[in-house]
């Protein structure tokens, strides 16, 4: 499966460009999990984001590039409900103090949170990589979007119509895909299109382990 794949190559990449356990993973959840956030959030959620979920439920150490780590699903539940309560108790994300102030994608919608987004990834700063799940016209439910406690959601994290992936061979098996048939390309903007899309530009250079900042990030940031 393409998730699985690129998942398949994040890790082979962090194994051999960082020191070792720098990103590990949290086993995969079980269907109840996935099936107890949805009815926290009220809707489901992208069949993408659920197979990336059964495979590892989060991360245990390390990020996930320069974003933070990825949340296990307790973990989205708890940052959603955190935002959701600030929002019914305090107006957070409504009114005229909470408008984007960088919105660069017209796919997502000019609103600073509504609950239909969920925080994916915690840096730490509040700047969550974010599952948003109610887009502008021209967007796709489910697509993985860059906010900023700062201004608000800023854009898209996936290129559309970015670089498609050839299919894997049969005989290079995935570290979760025992079935042997060779995956599809991952395309879109959501969680499947995310994860290919750093898999493409960490075997592509794009980004290198910092000692300095101890985390992957990109080779441009040096040179700035």
Not at 41 to 58: A, C, F, I, K, Q
Not at 59 to 75: A, E, V
Not at 189 to 216: C, F, K, N, P, R
Request: charged share 20%.
């Amino acid at each position: 499966m393409s998730v699985a794949r690129s998942w398949d190559r994040i890790f082979a990449w962090y194994d051999a460009n960082t020191p070792a356990g720098s990103l590990a993973a949290n086993p995969g959840a079980a269907e109840g999990q996935l099936a107890e956030l949805e009815s926290l959030v009220g809707t489901h959620l992208p069949d993408d984001l659920r197979e990336s979920y059964r495979l590892l439920n989060g991360t245990r150490r390390g990020w996930l590039l320069y974003h933070g780590s990825l949340l296990p699903l307790k973990g989205i539940a708890a940052e959603w409900q955190r935002c959701r309560d600030w929002q019914v108790e305090g107006g957070y994300g409504l009114g005229p103090d909470y408008q984007p102030r960088q919105l660069e994608s017209p796919e997502i919608k000019p609103v600073w949170w509504n609950p239909l987004r969920l925080p994916i990834t915690d840096n730490g700063g509040g700047d969550p990589v974010t599952l948003d799940l109610d887009p502008a016209a021209g967007g796709t439910r489910g697509q993985i979007i860059r906010v900023s406690h700062e201004v608000g959601p800023v854009s898209l994290l996936v290129r559309p119509g970015g670089p498609i992936r050839p299919r894997r061979r049969a005989d290079q098996p995935s570290l979760w895909d025992e079935d042997g048939e060779a995956d599809p390309p991952a395309v879109g903007t959501g969680m499947a299109g995310w994860l290919a899309q750093i898999a493409d530009e960490l075997e592509a250079g794009v980004h290198a382990y910092s000692e300095s900042s101890m985390m992957v990030c990109p080779v441009a940031w040096g040179r700035s």
